[in-house]
Nanobody, 121 residues
Framework: VQLQASGGGLVQAGGSLRLSCTAS????????MGWFRQAPGKEREFVAA????????SYEDSAKGRFTISRDNAKNTVFLLMNSLKPEDTAIYYC???????????????WGQGTQVTVSS
């Protein structure tokens, strides 16, 4: 499966962005999906995950209450709605697919190219 993330950009602190991850090559409903991010000089870290059917989600602590992951399997797309953005959310955001639901990077197989999110103070 090939993944393409989009929707990033420059936003002021307190603003919102909605990222999209579109899949091609195979039906997205086959996979659990996750969003990760990587800031300059830092390791890629987990942000959010969603199960195949969309009934189960999980978030990294700083994302809880601000970010919402969702999916539309009919459109082969996963979303990450990010509200109340902070400068420390600045990073490249990646989507990825996994056969098993979870937060660890090792579960994930294919990674999209990423989309840059920059939050100004």
């Amino acid at each position: 499966v090939q993944l393409q993330a989009s929707g990033g950009g420059l936003v002021q602190a307190g603003g919102s962005l909605r990222l999209s991850c579109t899949a091609s090559g195979r039906a997205l409903r086959t996979y659990a999906m996750g969003w990760f991010r990587q800031a300059p000089g830092k390791e890629r870290e987990f942000v959010a995950a969603i199960s195949r059917g969309g009934l189960t989600t999980s978030y990294e602590d700083s994302a809880k209450g601000r970010f919402t992951i969702s999916r539309d399997n009919a459109k082969n797309t996963v979303f990450l709605l990010m509200n109340s953005l902070k400068p420390e959310d600045t990073a490249i955001y990646y989507c990825a697919n996994a056969l098993s639901y979870g937060s660890h990077k090792s579960l994930y197989d294919s990674w999209g190219q990423g989309t840059q999110v920059t939050v100004s103070s």
